[in-house]
């Protein structure tokens, strides 16, 4: 089992940039796929970017390719979401996830959930 705790949100302009974190502890965080997700008012939650074990591998949903950008510091536990150029549309609460699927965008794939950090983008 893994806990996993997101930071970094806040409420930024259009157009600013963000990073958020995720701190992971229990079982070894290298064992785990990770990924980011979001979740705006009234909508589903929906997959963002991913990341495999090592970090060589990267994949990203097409509404944030190209701005965002997903990494992780298994020396340090942590992951990170670098979001730059952000859009109103880029609201909502952040998610972080373990799971053990490389290139996998579905949720149920995804094993543990961290609590989320709303990140609000005014216009």
């Known amino acids: 089992q893994v806990q996993l705790v997101e930071s970094g949100g806040g409420l930024v302009q259009a157009g600013d940039s963000l990073r958020l974190s995720c701190a992971a502890s229990g079982r070894t965080f290298s064992s785990y796929v990770m990924g980011w997700f979001r979740q705006a008012p009234g909508k589903e939650r929906e997959f963002v970017a991913g990341i495999s074990w090592s970090g060589s591998r990267t994949y990203y949903a097409d509404s944030v390719k190209g ?57």
């Open 67 to 123: 701005r965002f950008t997903i990494s992780r510091d298994n020396a340090r536990n942590t992951l990170y979401l670098q979001m730059s150029s952000l859009k109103p549309e880029d609201t909502a609460v952040y998610y972080c996830a373990a799971g053990a699927v490389v290139g996998s965008m579905r949720l149920r794939e995804y094993t543990y959930w961290g609590q989320g950090t709303q990140v609000t983008v005014s216009s």
